[in-house]
């Protein structure tokens, strides 16, 4: 049916060659969905898999050096299971994990992973890499939907069945009695596997490698490529958590990818629906669209105000660190660390983030709270930056998408100029000129020069000078303001009366043919700004600087008089 306010049109593109996932696998949705009212109040086990699941996607794979900065990294944020490689994969996957034991790299509080395929062969050469570790994680993994079964292993349930339990006996002989190795498993392809297959094979483990809580096993229960949306995901998950046996001796682990897109909200849904522990990479490197991103989800944490249990106050450090690792970029607008991800140039934008910047300032002096412990709520920012390292510099970029907040706040911040608030407006509209005539941003001394041009210096330099001045006080409420006033072409003696020294000075301009109204005079520090009508046409402002107040005021009604004039 067509709707008369949506005229789209049916595309060319083949979509009928696409199945929705429910064709695909079936979904059992536990009794009563808990998931959606779930909250996540404290953060999961994080684990990085960036030195192995992130490593095989790059095109320059990390050599030795290049892995130990990014596993000190990983160490110094506070990581404490940490995926290090994949041992018989390469040499340079076996050279790391034996480089971590020999060099004593590896803290007494940090687990390392090691990933191996369900293979005799592979899984010695995997045992071998760990040898001397005091501890160890070694990840079983092998594909298990259909598809996979059919296409890529060709064997069936039971044959692959057969493999895994075979695989993992072999392990437990491997790993003996020592009380530092423990296992995991992961039917890679989860979401797209049978439910009952998945129990099978995980019960099944769980009780061949005898689990129990105080030496659980980890299923790791991946959406190695997203099919559907989250929450489907998240009925997955919670069948799982829920049907799993020994379920207080295994930890519920999840791997989400980004294919669709929603990898983050994927492992967030998972986590409500009972997922205790969440595999993914830094900034979201990974095959295809890459893997979750454990920055966004950390620091989706720490917007909530639930501690992320890592440490990501200096988002930058981090950034290039792992830019260098990877060898790959972060984009621009990445969430949280992306260079211009606190940036604004809107003008609306920058308007009500400034008015939250002075609103915060407010509320933390009045409550006696330093600015950076205040509770935070500004507009546009859903963190402090400061929080993440970041300083406010760039918060507020001006370009011609800019209004009138943005200028006055940088003049503000990085020259102490504090512009009225209805003289913004007439700033802005200069700003915006040349913005539109360069195509460019205008940095902060860009800024600066262009408010001293064109009102600093119609105070000093414009049409009309004032060459002398002086004012007394008269009486109580009357001053005489004596000047001498040079235009292009000619120079003349004036004075005026009034009951103030500005008063008295409109009144000199009048008797020199410059007929003022002064609408209002303000400022702090040096400058000073006034807002003037002129010979009666529309109101414009002028300002000076001058350790005098009073010299600045008459400065500011001057450049008023010398910007009327060029209207």
Same mark, same amino acid.
């Given at each position: 049916?067509?709707?008369? #306010?949506?005229?789209?049109?049916?595309?060319?593109?083949?979509?009928?060659?696409? *199945?929705?996932?429910?064709?695909?696998?079936?979904?059992?949705? /536990?009794?009563?969905?808990?998931?959606?009212?779930?909250?996540?109040?404290?953060?999961?086990?994080?684990?990085?898999?960036?030195?192995?699941?992130?490593?095989?996607?790059?095109?320059?794979?990390? &050599?030795?050096?290049?892995?130990?900065?990014?596993?000190?990294?990983?160490?110094?944020?506070?990581?404490?299971?940490?995926?290090?490689?994949?041992?018989?994969?390469? +040499?340079?996957?076996?050279?790391?994990?034996?480089?971590?034991?020999?060099?004593?790299?590896?803290?007494?509080?940090?687990?390392?992973?090691?990933?191996?395929?369900?293979?005799?062969?592979?899984?010695?050469?995997?045992?071998?890499?760990?040898?001397?570790?005091?501890? /160890?994680?070694?990840?079983?993994?092998?594909?298990?939907?259909?598809? #996979?079964?059919?296409?890529?292993?060709?064997?069936?349930?039971?044959?692959? #069945?057969?493999?895994?339990?075979?695989?993992?006996?072999?392990?437990?002989?491997?790993?003996?009695?020592?009380?530092?190795?423990?296992?995991?498993?992961?039917?890679?392809?989860?979401?797209?596997?049978?439910?009952?297959?998945?129990?099978?094979?995980?019960?099944?483990?769980?009780?061949?490698?005898?689990?129990?809580?105080?030496?659980?096993?980890?299923?790791?229960?991946?959406?190695?490529?997203?099919?559907?949306?989250?929450?489907?995901?998240? &009925?997955?998950?919670?069948?799982?958590?829920? $049907?799993?046996?020994?379920?207080?001796?295994?930890?519920?682990?999840?791997?989400?990818?980004?294919?669709?897109?929603?990898?983050?909200?994927?492992?967030?849904?998972?986590?409500?629906?009972?997922?205790?522990?969440?595999?993914?990479?830094?900034?979201?490197?990974?095959?295809?669209?890459?893997?979750?991103?454990?920055?966004?989800?950390?620091?989706?944490?720490?917007?909530?105000?639930? &501690?992320?249990?890592?440490?990501?106050?200096?988002?930058?450090?981090?950034?290039?660190?792992?830019?260098?690792?990877?060898?790959?970029?972060?984009?621009?607008?990445?969430?949280?660390?992306?260079?211009?991800?606190?940036? /604004?140039?809107?003008?609306?934008?920058?308007?009500?983030?400034?008015?939250?910047?002075?609103?915060?300032?407010?509320?933390?002096?009045?409550?006696?709270?330093?600015?950076? +412990?205040?509770? #935070?709520?500004?507009?546009?920012?859903?963190?402090?930056?400061?929080?993440?390292? +970041?300083?406010?510099?760039?918060?507020?970029?001006?370009?011609?998408?800019?209004?009138?907040?943005?200028?006055?706040?940088?003049?503000?911040?990085?020259?102490?100029?504090?512009?009225?608030?209805?003289?913004?407006?007439?700033?802005? *509209?200069?700003?915006?000129?040349?913005?539109?005539?360069?195509?460019?941003?205008?940095?902060?001394?860009?800024?600066?020069?262009?408010?001293?041009?064109?009102?600093?210096?119609?105070?000093?330099?414009?049409?009309?000078?004032?060459?002398?001045?002086?004012?007394?006080?008269?009486?109580?409420?009357? $001053?005489?303001?004596?000047?001498?006033?040079?235009?292009?072409?000619?120079?003349?003696?004036?004075?005026?009366?009034?009951?103030?020294?500005?008063?008295?000075?409109?009144?000199?301009?009048?008797?020199?043919?410059?007929?003022?109204?002064?609408?209002?005079?303000?400022?702090?520090?040096?400058?000073?700004?006034?807002?003037?009508?002129?010979?009666?046409?529309?109101?414009?402002?002028? /300002?000076?600087?001058?350790?005098?107040?009073?010299?600045?005021?008459?400065?500011?009604?001057?450049?008023?008089?010398?910007?009327?004039?060029?209207?």
């Amino acid at each position: 049916m067509t709707l008369l #306010w949506n005229p789209q049109q049916p595309s060319p593109m083949p979509y009928h060659r696409y *199945r929705p996932f429910q064709e695909r696998v079936r979904v059992p949705v /536990a009794d009563g969905r808990d998931w959606p009212a779930a909250r996540i109040e404290r953060a999961p086990l994080w684990v990085p898999v960036d030195l192995r699941d992130g490593n095989q996607a790059l095109a320059e794979p990390m &050599d030795t050096p290049r892995k130990r900065r990014f596993f000190d990294l990983l160490v110094r944020l506070g990581f404490k299971e940490i995926e290090v490689g994949y041992p018989s994969a390469s +040499r340079t996957d076996f050279d790391f994990v034996r480089h971590l034991v020999t060099s004593g790299a590896v803290p007494g509080d940090v687990t390392p992973v090691v990933f191996t395929p369900a293979r005799r062969d592979l899984i010695d050469r995997t045992f071998e890499a760990v040898e001397g570790m005091e501890r /160890a994680v070694v990840h079983l993994y092998i594909a298990t939907s259909p598809v #996979w079964r059919e296409v890529v292993l060709r064997r069936g349930r039971a044959e692959v #069945w057969r493999t895994v339990r075979e695989a993992a006996a072999h392990m437990a002989r491997r790993a003996g009695d020592a009380p530092g190795i423990r296992f995991q498993f992961s039917p890679e392809t989860y979401n797209l596997t049978e439910p009952d297959f998945v129990l099978e094979l995980c019960d099944g483990l769980s009780e061949l490698w005898d689990a129990s809580p105080d030496r659980p096993v980890t299923h790791n229960l991946p959406a190695t490529v997203e099919i559907a949306t989250p929450n489907v995901y998240a &009925d997955q998950i919670e069948y799982a958590h829920r $049907h799993l046996a020994r379920r207080d001796s295994v930890i519920l682990s999840v791997h989400p990818h980004n294919d669709r897109g929603t990898g983050v909200a994927c492992a967030e849904l998972a986590v409500l629906a009972g997922a205790q522990r969440v595999e993914g990479c830094l900034f979201g490197n990974g095959e295809r669209t890459g893997n979750v991103d454990l920055v966004t989800l950390a620091l989706n944490l720490f917007a909530q105000g639930v &501690d992320p249990m890592v440490d990501l106050g200096d988002i930058d450090a981090v950034r290039e660190t792992v830019e260098e690792c990877n060898r790959l970029p972060v984009h621009p607008r990445h969430p949280y660390a992306g260079e211009l991800v606190h940036t /604004a140039f809107s003008g609306t934008h920058q308007d009500a983030i400034g008015k939250g910047f002075e609103e915060h300032a407010r509320r933390a002096a009045e409550s006696g709270v330093p600015e950076a +412990r205040a509770p #935070w709520s500004v507009p546009y920012l859903p963190v402090d930056p400061a929080d993440l390292g +970041r300083t406010y510099e760039a918060v507020i970029r001006v370009n011609s998408q800019s209004g009138k907040g943005g200028s006055a706040y940088l003049m503000r911040t990085h020259h102490d100029v504090d512009l009225p608030e209805r003289m913004r407006p007439e700033f802005a *509209r200069l700003v915006q000129e040349v913005t539109d005539a360069s195509g460019r941003e205008a940095v902060p001394k860009e800024l600066y020069d262009l408010f001293r041009t064109a009102y600093l210096s119609e105070g000093t330099g414009g049409e009309v000078r004032l060459d002398s001045w002086s004012v007394h006080e008269e009486a109580p409420g009357r $001053h005489r303001f004596v000047c001498t006033l040079r235009t292009a072409d000619r120079s003349g003696d004036h004075e005026g009366t009034g009951s103030g020294p500005l008063t008295a000075f409109a009144d000199a301009l009048a008797g020199a043919g410059h007929a003022t109204e002064i609408l209002e005079v303000t400022g702090s520090g040096p400058y000073r700004f006034a807002e003037c009508r002129v010979n009666g046409a529309a109101a414009v402002w002028g /300002a000076a600087e001058d350790p005098s107040p009073l010299a600045a005021s008459v400065g500011a009604v001057l450049s008023a008089v010398n910007r009327a004039a060029l209207r």
